[in-house]
């Protein structure tokens, strides 16, 4: 059947895909056949987290900051594999965190790495998309897009605060998500939006404390594993979510429900 859960063939690019989300993302997806190209700036940091390029999992230098850097990359990808059948915008940069004393420019640049990427990306691949009539966007948002931080949890742990432009600038995302799937429905393009929650980095998990003060703050009674956001993915990959555009689903643990 053509809507089964399977992306075997599918050519998909994941910005940011050497990170801490984005690599269990990338295994996910290339574990189900599919061909994953991981766009960053820095080729050893993807060595770093996938040893050496291998048939399915590949690296491709982009700058997501840089309209033309994309641009250039995603002509590139066309030129050798002449499609791209799904866009994930996982990639963002920031600086600052304090809610009372983030300068100007760590504003602007939290938000450009945030939001503004995510447009850039997907301006660049609407002509790509379009030409082909069909394709699918995949944006990485947050819990915290959809709700405020609870400060409790961060009073033992301030350097792990979330600052106030990363809450803002993926509530953005959502929207975004919502705006562009319903501008480029009518051309066989989806649109939709994943907001992971408590997924800390091992570097956070170092304190125990802080990871048993965010668990309970689940239905689940606990933080999230990187392979168990990867599922998502690969559904909304392939076929069998055809029909389902402009969503934003939240894999949180029910962080989001009360």
Same mark, same amino acid.
């Given at each position: 059947?053509?809507?089964?859960?399977?992306?075997?063939?599918?050519?998909?690019?994941?910005?940011?895909?050497?990170?801490?989300?984005?690599?269990?993302?990338?295994?996910?997806?290339?574990?189900?056949? $599919?061909?994953?190209?991981?766009?960053?700036?820095?080729?050893?940091?993807?060595?770093?987290?996938?040893?050496?390029?291998?048939?399915?999992?590949?690296?491709?230098?982009?700058?997501?900051?840089?309209?033309?850097?994309?641009?250039?990359?995603?002509?590139?990808?066309?030129?050798?594999?002449?499609?791209?059948?799904?866009?994930?915008?996982?990639?963002?940069? =920031?600086?600052?965190?304090? #809610?009372?004393?983030?300068?100007?420019?760590?504003?602007?640049?939290?938000?450009?790495?945030?939001?503004?990427?995510?447009?850039?990306?997907? !301006?660049?691949?609407? #002509?790509?998309?379009?030409?082909? !009539?069909?394709?699918?966007?995949?944006?990485?948002?947050?819990?915290?897009?959809?709700?405020?931080?609870?400060? !409790?949890?961060?009073?033992?742990?301030?350097?792990?605060?979330? #600052?106030?432009?990363?809450?803002?600038?993926?509530?953005?995302?959502?929207?975004?998500?919502?705006?562009?799937?319903?501008?480029?429905?009518?051309?066989?393009?989806?649109?939709?939006?994943?907001?992971?929650?408590?997924?800390? =980095?091992? $570097?956070?998990?170092?304190?125990?404390?802080?990871?048993?003060?965010?668990?309970?703050?689940?239905?689940?009674?606990?933080?999230?594993? #990187?392979?168990?956001?990867?599922?998502?993915?690969?559904?909304?990959?392939?076929?069998?979510?055809?029909?389902?555009?402009?969503?934003?689903?939240?894999?949180?643990?029910?962080?989001?429900?009360?």
């Amino acid at each position: 059947m053509s809507n089964q859960i399977n992306v075997s063939g599918k050519i998909i690019l994941v910005t940011g895909g050497y990170g801490h989300l984005g690599k269990a993302i990338v295994h996910g997806l290339a574990a189900h056949g $599919a061909t994953v190209l991981v766009i960053g700036r820095e080729q050893k940091k993807f060595f770093d987290s996938f040893g050496t390029a291998s048939d399915n999992i590949l690296f491709r230098k982009g700058d997501v900051s840089s309209s033309s850097g994309i641009e250039e990359v995603f002509a590139g990808i066309i030129k050798d594999y002449n499609k791209i059948d799904v866009l994930i915008n996982n990639a963002f940069y =920031s600086a600052g965190q304090s #809610p009372e004393f983030m300068t100007d420019d760590e504003w602007s640049l939290g938000v450009d790495g945030a939001l503004g990427s995510v447009f850039r990306c997907i !301006r660049a691949v609407i #002509p790509i998309m379009k030409n082909q !009539r069909s394709g699918k966007i995949i944006n990485v948002a947050s819990m915290y897009g959809m709700v405020a931080p609870d400060f !409790r949890a961060y009073e033992q742990s301030p350097s792990f605060l979330n #600052p106030p432009h990363y809450g803002a600038a993926k509530a953005g995302v959502i929207q975004l998500t919502r705006y562009y799937a319903s501008y480029l429905g009518l051309d066989g393009i989806t649109v939709n939006c994943v907001s992971p929650g408590p997924f800390p =980095s091992e $570097a956070v998990q170092a304190d125990q404390d802080f990871i048993a003060r965010l668990g309970e703050r689940t239905v689940l009674g606990r933080i999230g594993l #990187p392979e168990e956001l990867s599922g998502i993915f690969v559904f909304l990959s392939s076929e069998a979510a055809n029909f389902i555009t402009g969503q934003n689903i939240a894999v949180d643990g029910g962080w989001t429900i009360r």
